[in-house]
Every structure is written in structure tokens, then in C-alpha cells.
Nanobody, 125 residues
């Protein structure tokens, strides 16, 4: 059974940082891709970042470029989203997602096969 479990969300002040983690289990696919998406209240889910399970080539949405970074630890089957200089507009539920094999476009949520339960990130003073 495939499981994706996010952690690391919480309340942070504007300008602060958080690191989200996504621990994956129940599968092995070296040709796959992992992604982070988010959904704010009343808005559609949007792409944040993506990374292949192996090799290089990360993607980050323009809205968070320069502030967010995605990385992975293959030994621990875990993907991270480092979020710096957080803004109120970053407030959302953040979801981890996985593809069996990397297929384009990386930013389309309907290309992902598995999803975590989400973790809330709230940026507020």
C-alpha cells in the first residue's frame, strides 16, 4: 500500500521559514517524480515544486521561486520543501504527490498517482 505522509506544517510569522517533509512508503519507482502542491481556501490546487526520484532537474513555481526549494533523501524515501521568506499568501494546505513514472507536464496535478493527506501552513502575525 502506497503511503505519503506530510509533516512540518504550522503557524509562522511573515518572513519566517518552515521545512515540510513527505515520507513515502509502499512503493519503489526510481523513474518517478515527486511534487508539492498547495490549496488555499476558495482557490484551486496549484503546483509548487517537483523533483525526480533519481537524477537532476527540479521545478519550482514562479510564485515561490527564490524562496522555496525542493530536495530529496533517497535513503530515507523522503522529499522536503524548504520554505523561506514566507508571506501571508503562502497560507494553504500543502500536499505531497507521487508519480509512478515521470510524465509531463510536471505541474499538472492529474498526472500524479498518489497523494498525501496534506499539512496546514499558516503565515500570520
Amino acid at each position: 500500500q502506497v503511503r505519503l505522509v506530510e509533516s512540518g506544517g504550522g503557524l509562522v510569522q511573515p518572513g519566517g521559514s518552515l521545512r515540510l517533509s513527505c515520507a513515502a512508503s509502499g512503493f519503489t519507482f526510481s523513474n518517478g517524480r515527486m511534487g508539492w502542491f498547495r490549496q488555499a481556501p476558495g482557490k484551486d490546487r496549484e503546483f509548487v515544486a517537483a523533483i525526480p526520484w533519481s537524477g537532476t532537474g527540479t521545478h519550482v513555481a514562479d510564485s515561490v521561486k527564490g524562496r522555496f526549494a525542493i530536495s530529496r533523501d533517497n535513503a530515507k524515501d523522503t522529499v522536503f520543501l524548504q520554505m523561506n521568506s514566507l508571506k501571508s499568501e503562502d497560507t494553504a494546505v500543502y500536499y505531497c504527490a507521487a508519480q509512478w513514472y515521470a510524465r509531463p507536464p510536471y505541474y499538472a496535478d492529474d498526472r500524479y498517482d498518489y497523494w498525501g493527506q496534506g499539512t496546514q501552513v499558516t503565515v500570520s502575525s
